[in-house]
């Protein structure tokens, strides 16, 4: 038996006004986004795949809006008055093109962000045994999304009080389950590495330094597991609603989490290399006074040398 927290016509609009905040965050981060390439075009290399993956996260971000749209005026406009049982069984039929187009972004989205973790542990520890596991995972993601987004659904009820088959039911939460597995497994590979790393450089340095690097990781990897426990939480519990809620929320998170770990690494770097120019520079210039006034020493005795004669 399905409980229902809410009406489906109900989480839809908060799913689409919370949707709607996120893609503006999502783009502002976007854009600083595309400011770091800008900034690193005229210093160093572009780190082109990275580049190819922002825009493809940007991209799916906004298909996903748009398609938002697109059932909010379905819904509340167009249908409103001619389908049968109103807006609530209108988005209990999830055989419309517009939500299997928004189980595909997902999907997608999901696969991009944690093959970039994935991809980020392999060139921190440069090594295919330490993947081997989150690769796994990540073709039992890509698996149990196919069979979520292509599999029959000739059960299903089109009801508002039982939206989904129990097939589906155990896809959908295998697709969760395994997604949150491979994020935080990778992502605590990635973390490890890192600290490992910055100890053993620090215990060499003459100064103690921050790693901001490891802390927004860390950050980025908690905002994500908080977006998604609650949702694979309350959905166990067979409530539609919060799919709705949920759901396309995490399409802008993923984009946002990538985000903002890229900027971050982008504006540590560049505090980096700025540091490291200041101290080049006043090295520089310490050389130079210190030059100078052994020059002027040199200076002043060779003329007393020469008023003495």
């Not at 517009?98 to 989205?109: E, G, P, R, S």
Request: charged residues 15%; contains cysteine.
């Amino acid at each position: 038996m399905v409980r229902i927290l809410i009406q489906l016509d109900t989480a839809f609009l908060i799913s689409s006004a919370l949707v709607g905040i996120l893609y503006g965050f999502s783009t502002l981060m976007f854009i600083g986004t595309v400011w770091t390439f800008i900034y690193k075009r005229r210093t160093q290399g572009v780190n082109h795949a990275m580049a190819v993956v922002a825009a493809l996260l940007f991209l799916l971000s906004t298909a996903d809006m748009i398609l938002v749209i697109i059932e909010v005026e379905d819904g509340f406009v167009k249908y409103r008055d001619t389908f049968p049982g109103g807006p609530a069984n209108f988005f209990a039929n999830f055989l419309q093109k517009t939500f299997i187009a928004k189980n595909v972004i997902y999907t997608l989205q999901t696969l991009l962000g944690d093959g970039v973790v994935i991809y980020r542990c392999y060139v921190l520890w440069q090594s295919v045994w330490v993947i081997i596991l989150p690769c796994m995972l990540w073709c039992g993601i890509a698996a149990f999304g196919i069979c979520w987004v292509y599999a029959p659904r000739s059960n299903l009820t089109n009801s508002p009080d039982q939206p989904f088959f129990v097939g589906e039911f155990m896809w959908i939460t295998a697709f969760l389950a395994f997604t949150l597995v491979s994020y935080l497994f990778s992502s605590g590979l990635v973390i490890y590495r890192i600290w490992t790393i910055e100890s053993k450089a620090s215990a060499v340095r003459t100064t103690k330094r921050k790693m901001p690097i490891l802390r927004v990781l860390v950050d980025a990897t908690i905002l994500y597991s908080a977006a998604l426990c609650p949702f694979i939480i309350i959905f166990y519990t067979y409530s539609s609603a919060v799919f709705y809620v949920m759901g396309d929320m995490l399409v802008q998170v993923i984009s946002i989490v990538f985000y903002m770990v890229f900027i971050r690494i982008a504006i540590g770097k560049h505090a980096q290399d700025r540091e490291t120019s200041e101290r080049e520079r006043m090295t520089t210039l310490q050389f130079r006074i210190s030059h100078l006034e052994n020059g002027s020493e040199e200076n002043d005795v060779s003329s007393w040398l020469t008023a003495q004669k």
